[in-house]
């Protein structure tokens, strides 16, 4: 057999790292490119490994239609009458609102989220959802509505890195061995983290936060920003800094420090570390966005931020495509699901809030929602409130998956359709959002192509409902030239370029977006004002509705990131599986002891939302009052034990870290 070596993209996770694909029709090699200018040869083991994902002998490979309780294979023709059939019906019977078109974490935010919008938009449906509903959005609120963008490291110029709530050395493997090498090279590190992470142990200061807690220990770093390193800092370019300055100073160290378990000596030792050394770049992640206060906290992080950095003024960057044609056509769109609850993330990102879909469907708020198309996601494992949704999808009259594999979500569809991953797609990769100038190919890679590619349904279901103008290509290549020709880089250059890549020109974007209109930082944030949040951030944004107590004494984190796993998937793959074989608990040795627990023995954790039996690992990772569930499975769902009470006031974001838990000796 032929055995040729493709150039392309590893989109498993936001780094989209270069790769060199070889097949011989029996065997994947998958290796890093080192002509990449990114990633420069780098790949992870879950990049290189994924041949064995590809050829997993239980991918999907036809439709399956459920009949009873039978599943019945039936061909692609039929499949796609099925599904055209059923949305049909549910736009005749409750209106086109009541479809939702939902787009998961593994297809990315890019080519198909446009072409799944599109679609849904075309149908008449404003419920295009997308993972957004849970993942970095709330990152990008914060930081967007404090000065534009979100902030992007640049380590020749950098002398200081703040980690906060994220973990980059198990979630971005790419971009810790940069930060490793910055730190090597004398770039400070402070990691604010309630655990002492693979990130933390390469830390000059590791703040081991109480949970929940960062909003009142950012203002604290405000604080001390305001005090001492002067009113120039921020420069006159910005709005409400004389309100937060106040704000600042009429609190005290004392009151701010109580609530994040730091002492003094730990706060100024760190507070004179990331001051003295600026530039100070922060990288913030999930632990900040999962939480029922977490854009406010993130605003007060990025005012820091911008004190850290006063001449960095992120604005978001991209390779300037042609808008996909025909949306002066959308019918009129009704309001989109958690539009009263989140309006500005309904607004702002033009998607439904999909932690309101279960509202619809069980309770016709604010309508019925009746059917739903799934691509690339596996809500079932990674929404919050497991019964609830459960209880949702089992209500919906049609459910279709699009999926390589039978999940838990698929399991629950009456249609499912195989769908082929990156290494069988063509699409295109910017990664200007990351804030690289860099414009990419991902190719079709393989000789044995397995399922459907993603464009390839949504044209196809286009046509069958009658929105051919919307998709007006015969193929996916057609459709990104047309994308692709508002610029200078076309399909073919892509394809030469030995990377599968190309740099960019950029003009910056300065007063692009409506988040800061006049290009100024703002303190003070007129749009929250203007939704009816409090535009500063000051400490009673920062409070919760319920904190740890006598019933609930530990804080739990679900859903921190593990090395080998890409959320819900690779569990059923022996490579993947031998390194991290089972989900557990980590506990610390000391609370341990104290329940006479030992390492492997199981037990229960319980939260006010459920109780699920898992096995104990003893980490002195976590703190003695913390513990850690990692999400994604099957056996022990970490989102059992999480809720739809209460969520992010300004992004409908749900509560899935710092959330009060007990552990259970199975005996009692
Ligand atoms: N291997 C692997 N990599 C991935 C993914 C994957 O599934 N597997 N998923 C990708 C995706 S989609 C995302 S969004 C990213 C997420 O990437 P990150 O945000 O970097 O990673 P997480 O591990 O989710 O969370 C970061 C940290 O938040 C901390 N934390 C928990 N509660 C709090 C708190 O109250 N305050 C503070 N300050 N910290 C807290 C946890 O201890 C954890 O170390 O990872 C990406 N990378
Ligand atoms: N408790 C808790 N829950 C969480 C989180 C947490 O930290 N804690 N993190 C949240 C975050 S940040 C995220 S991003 C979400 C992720 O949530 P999901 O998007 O549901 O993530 P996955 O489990 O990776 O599901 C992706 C699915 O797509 C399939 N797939 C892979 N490649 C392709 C492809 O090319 N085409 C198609 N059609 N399908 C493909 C995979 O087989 C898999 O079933 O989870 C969220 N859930
Ligand atoms: S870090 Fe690993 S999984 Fe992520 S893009 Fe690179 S090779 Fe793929
Ligand atoms: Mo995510």
């Known amino acids: 057999m032929e055995n040729r070596r493709i150039a392309t993209i590893c989109r498993i996770c936001k780094e989209n790292c270069g790769i060199l694909v070889s097949d011989n029709g029996h065997t994947l090699k998958i290796a890093g490119n080192p002509e990449h200018p990114i990633s420069r040869g780098f790949s992870c083991f879950k990049g290189r490994n994924f041949g064995d994902v590809h050829n997993a002998p239980d991918r999907l490979r036809t439709p399956m239609l459920k009949k009873g309780s039978r599943w019945v294979s039936i061909s692609y023709e039929d499949a796609v009458e099925v599904l055209v059939h059923k949305l049909n019906a549910a736009k005749d019977k409750y209106g086109p609102q009541s479809v939702a078109f939902y787009k998961g974490e593994s297809v990315k935010h890019q080519e198909i989220a446009h072409y799944m919008s599109h679609l849904a938009f075309g149908f008449g449906s404003p419920n295009y959802i997308s993972v957004g509903s849970l993942c970095h959005y709330a990152m990008v609120l914060g930081h967007s509505l404090t000065y534009g963008g979100m902030p992007k490291p640049d380590f020749q110029r950098l002398k200081t890195a703040v980690v906060w709530g994220a973990n980059p050395a198990n979630a971005s493997p790419l971009e810790f061995s940069r930060l490793k090498r910055a730190v090597r090279d004398g770039t400070k590190l402070m990691v604010v983290d309630p655990s002492r992470t693979k990130t933390a142990e390469q830390a000059d200061i590791h ?15 405000m604080k001390h920003a305001v005090e001492n390193v002067g009113p120039d800092a921020p420069g006159s370019l910005s709005t409400g800094w004389d309100i937060l300055s106040d704000t600042v100073k009429s609190l005290s160290y004392g009151e701010l420090l109580r609530h ?15 001051f003295a050394n600026r530039p100070g770049w922060v990288l913030t992640g999930l632990g900040l966005e999962l939480q029922q206060v977490g854009v406010q ?78 691509v690339g996601g596996n809500p079932m494992s990674t929404f919050p409130a497991y019964s609830e949704h459960r209880r949702a999808l089992e209500k919906l009259d049609f459910l279709a998956v699009f999926d390589l594999f039978m999940t838990q979500t698929a399991q629950l569809a009456d249609l499912v359709l195989p769908a082929s991953d990156h290494l069988d797609n063509l699409e295109l990769h910017d990664y200007g959002p990351a804030g690289r100038p860099y414009l990419g190919l991902v190719k079709p890679a393989t000789l044995n192509p397995i399922g459907l590619p993603t464009w390839k349904l949504v044209f196809r279901l286009a046509r069958e409902l009658g929105l051919e103008r919307l998709f ?66 000051v400490p009673n944004c920062f409070e919760v509705p319920f904190r740890t107590d006598r019933e609930f004494p530990l804080w739990l984190s679900t859903g921190d990131r593990i090395p080998v796993y890409q959320h819900s998937q690779y569990r059923q793959v022996p490579t993947y599986r031998d390194r991290t074989p089972e989900a557990f608990v980590d506990v610390h040795p000391g609370t341990a002891a104290e329940l006479d627990i030992g390492n492997g023995d199981r037990v229960f954790v319980a939260t006010r939302y459920g109780r699920m039996e898992i096995r104990v690992n003893l980490s002195d990772e976590v703190r003695r009052d913390c513990i850690r569930i990692p999400h994604g499975w099957e056996e022990a769902n970490a989102n059992t034990l999480t809720g739809l009470e209460y969520f992010d006031s300004i992004s409908g974001f749900p509560w899935l870290r710092a959330l009060p838990a007990r552990l259970e000796r199975k005996d009692g």
Not at 330 to 351: C, K, N, S
Not at 500 to 506: A, I, K, Q, W
Not at 513 to 527: H, I, L, M, N, P
Request: some cysteine; charged content about 20%; overall charge negative.
């Open 207 to 221: 703040l081991p936060i109480t949970p929940g807690s960062d909003g009142y220990l950012a203002l604290a770093f």
């Open 260 to 274: 994040t378990g730091l002492d003094w000596p730990q706060f100024h030792r760190a507070a004179s570390l990331i």
């Open 297 to 374: 906290a993130i605003r007060a992080i990025a005012c820091l931020q911008s004190v850290l950095d006063p001449s960095n003024r992120p604005f978001p960057i991209s390779a300037g495509m042609r808008d996909l044609p025909g949306r002066e056509n959308y019918p009129p769109l009704p309001a989109a699901i958690g539009a009263t609850q989140a309006p500005l993330y309904v607004q702002t990102r033009r998607e439904a809030q999909g932690m309101f879909l279960s509202r619809a469907i069980l309770n016709d708020d604010p309508y019925p929602l009746r059917a739903m198309l799934v």
């Open 472 to 537: 007006p290509w015969a193929d996916n290549r057609d459709a990104l030239a047309y994308r692709l020709s508002a610029g200078s880089i076309q399909i073919e250059d892509l394809e030469k370029s030995p990377g599968s890549v190309l740099p960019y020109e950029t003009a910056e974007k300065r007063n692009n977006g409506w988040f800061t209109a006049d290009g100024k930082v703002q303190y003070r944030s007129e749009k929250l004002e203007e939704f009816g949040y409090v535009g500063v951030p």
